[in-house]
């Protein structure tokens, strides 16, 4: 459009520091707003990573309305007109602060919660956030009609409002988050929004002082939009990928370690960076090192990482994640910076770059989860990217001729895991074959069909292998994550084969069971007789009879067979397709043998345990965990004192603890030492080899230490006082900081 411009091209910079600043402004409440509400809305659903994946796909959506809504604000109506909508609808936005929940909220615990969490977030924060996702694409579109000597190509502005989103990113985990608590974030992210909504009044005044364009100038710029829908298609392909890839990458990192804003802003992180170096002055120089670069690390990749992740150190695994999924990203977003539009299809471009987000998002959280057992969908987008690289055949001969021989060893590859049996054999031969895909496929990365199809060869055969090697008997997924029971061949105490049933959660083993028929009430793993729990109940087992117990964490259920028939046991467990799977006697037996009559709460078990009366319970036994992610609202000092208030007397709180990433020992014995309770700590290793017996830590507290004597009487070094911590700040349910325990 051709606006009403000065003759002289305004060369001031308060036109440029105003939209800059009003734009890095906004993109800073929108990325700090985005895990705060994540982490205000997780424990109210057991901490689990498909939290911050609902969130993800709320905000997405937001965003395409927002971009839709500066898209047709911007291409029908005139400057005044503009403005005058606009502020309504800011006034019409402070209605909702300062940011709260809704009072009563409690989610589901019969069915999925994703659209309970799309709701709840659209009641909470939806105006303010609509508002914020509104100002990227119309205070640009606005800046390229007032007439400044840069408003030609007002992309650079883009660049600043992600360097905003990447800065309050990094802030979040490492300023916000370890110094502020929640209920003080919410309060100064209010008053941010109130100035950001007059900066933007600002940035309209001075649009409203060029003046408006006349009907024809806006009826021309509307029939102006001529863009091939095979162009719109390759802007939405390009943005949609690396959206999908983004969350699959989340739940990857946020499963294995703990669900919280630090590890969720990672993927996000280099996600904004990508945006920010394409749509630089840097972009033609990056671009082609990003297209070399992106199948050399890709193909290695996909051939270790995908058979057997515990055979790499996690931190070189994770650094092949996320380095990865940024050579990805970059070549997506390099090819979108590099065929983007001129400034009359702004609004466009960037409506169809955020509703193929909210595409991505909708797929990985609505659409796969539905249609896959297991996380498909991440490498399957590593696939469509590489179809996504310059190289597409441009008719239907070459595209057969690319196609032709990927397509016969796909075939190939098929048939021998039809053969699976003949196969095992020779699992090392295969993995000769691998590396020779591995570089068949480079030979080809000039053909972005080849290099695509080759690589989807090389991703069937290395979840081939792995689904081989792990001897999987059942796999499902439910919106807390895979779960998988699998088989394995051990060698029991006389050298002799014995067949074991094991319990996965993600990648990680969340029960063991022995199928001999005399061993099957053994509990093993982390619950092992020689270990911290056996010696628990051992020391106790004089008092226990009449016991009234809670299990938060089901797991296999080993836990069932420390049972007597004269105790209460219930468990609470946040994951129904746990308690399908534990009760099943085609898989496991423990409840079935040992606590067939055990009560079973669904739902989170801190919403759960606060239902019940006071002074219920004689012991109390914390193992909740997702994969191996903690959810850190049951670790809080008020949700200890709410298993306290459950727990009798002389009750006894057990606290599982085994974490390969963080050091939960301390958040413990700051409670204990705050609180004025008594606390051992075991961190037991097997003494003497032992079928799956294995290495745990626990934690054992009351009100007393008098209460805890029969553990140190009966088991005599193996319980030690809990550390001594210093300058640790107290985790609440207003306040936690995972940075603070990494070991």
């Known amino acids: 459009m051709s606006a009403i411009t000065p003759s002289t091209p305004n060369r001031s910079l308060a036109p440029l520091l105003l939209f800059a600043a009003t734009l890095f402004s906004s993109a800073c409440l929108m990325f700090v707003m985005q895990p705060m509400f994540g982490k205000i809305l997780l424990p109210l659903l057991g901490g689990s990573p498909a939290v911050w994946n609902t969130c993800m796909v709320f905000y997405q959506s937001i965003l395409f309305l927002g971009y839709c809504y500066a898209h047709l604000l911007a291409t029908r109506f005139s400057n005044l007109r503009q403005l005058q909508i606009h502020v309504a609808l800011i006034l019409l936005s402070l209605l909702a602060l300062p940011l709260a929940l809704p009072a009563g909220t409690t989610p589901p615990v019969d069915s999925d919660p994703t659209f309970w969490i799309v709701w709840t977030l659209l009641i909470a924060i939806g105006l303010p956030f609509f508002v914020v996702s509104t100002t990227a694409p119309l205070l640009q579109k606005w800046f390229a009609h007032i007439g400044h000597q840069a408003s030609d190509d007002p992309y650079f502005l883009y660049a600043a409002s992600n360097a905003g989103s990447l800065l309050a990113l990094l802030s979040y985990p490492f300023l916000i988050e370890p110094n502020i608590g929640v209920s003080s974030q919410k309060l100064l992210w209010s008053g941010g929004y109130g100035l950001l909504a007059l900066a933007i009044v600002g940035c309209g005044f001075m649009l409203w002082r060029v003046g408006s364009p006349t009907q024809t100038e806006i009826t021309s710029e509307i029939e102006g939009n001529t863009l091939s829908n095979k162009t719109k298609l390759h802007w939405l392909a390009l943005a949609f990928v690396p959206s999908s890839l983004l969350l699959g990458l989340t739940n990857f990192i946020s499963t294995d370690i703990a669900s919280v804003p630090l590890l969720w802003i990672i993927p996000l992180t280099l996600y904004l960076l990508s945006f920010i170096l394409v749509f630089s002055k840097w972009q033609a120089a990056i671009h082609p090192w990003m297209l070399k670069l992106q199948p050399v690390v890709l193909l290695p990749f996909i051939a270790f990482s995908f058979i057997n992740p515990a055979a790499i150190p996690y931190w070189l695994d994770l650094s ?144 081939g ?249 009966n088991h005599a070094g193996a319980w030690q006082q809990l550390p001594l911590t210093f300058n640790l700040k107290p985790w609440t349910d207003d306040f936690t900081n995972i940075i603070s325990i990494w070991k």
């Open 465 to 713: 292998l792995h689904h081989l090697m792990s001897n999987t008997l059942h796999q499902e997924r439910s919106f807390f994550g895979v779960l998988a029971t699998r088989e394995t061949v051990i060698e029991d105490e006389q050298g002799q084969p014995e067949t074991v049933r094991e319990l996965f959660h993600g990648t990680t083993k969340h029960g063991a069971q022995r199928l001999s028929e005399n061993l099957q009430t053994t509990p093993l793993t982390y619950y092992s007789r020689p270990g911290p729990m056996g010696q628990l109940f051992d020391a106790y087992n004089a008092q226990d009879n009449n016991w009234v117990i809670g299990s938060v964490g089901l797991g296999a259920g080993a836990l069932a067979c420390y049972a007597k028939p004269t105790q209460a046991w219930t468990f609470y467990e946040i994951d129904p397709l746990v308690v399908k799977t534990a009760s099943d006697p085609n898989y496991f037996t423990y409840l079935s043998r040992c606590t067939p009559k055990a009560t079973m709460q669904i739902g989170d078990a801190r919403l759960s345990i606060a239902k019940e009366p006071d002074q219920k319970f004689d012991l109390l036994i914390m193992d909740a965990f997702s994969s191996d992610a903690v959810p850190t609202h049951l670790l809080t000092q008020e949700a200890l004192q709410l298993y306290f208030a459950k727990l009798k007397p002389n009750g006894l709180l057990a606290f599982h603890i085994t974490n390969r990433h963080l050091a939960l020992k301390n958040i413990l014995a700051d409670h204990a030492r705050e609180l004025h309770f008594a606390g051992l700590i075991q961190e037991f290793n097997p003494p003497n080899p032992a079928p799956l017996v294995v290495a745990t830590d626990w934690v054992v507290m009351s009100k007393t230490a008098q209460n805890l004597q029969p553990l140190t009487q």
């Open 320 to 463: 092949l994640h996320l380095l990865s999924f940024f050579l990805v990203v970059m070549v997506c977003h390099g090819e979108l910076a590099k065929h983007r539009p001129t400034t009359q299809h702004l609004t466009t471009f960037y409506l169809i770059m955020s509703f193929a987000g909210m595409l991505g998002g909708m797929f990985n959280t609505f659409v796969a989860p539905f249609i896959f057992n297991a996380v498909y969908e991440y490498p399957l987008m590593i696939i469509a990217a590489l179809l996504l690289r310059p190289g597409f055949p441009r008719n239907k001969s070459a595209l057969f001729k690319q196609a032709l021989l990927p397509a016969v060893l796909f075939v190939l590859g098929i048939g021998c895991f039809a053969f699976a049996d003949v196969l095992m054999p020779y699992l090392d031969s295969i993995g000769v074959v691998l590396i020779l895909l591995v570089g068949l496929s480079y030979s080809y990365r000039r053909q972005a069909v080849s290099l695509a199809l080759l690589t989807g060869l090389v991703i069937l055969f290395t979840l």
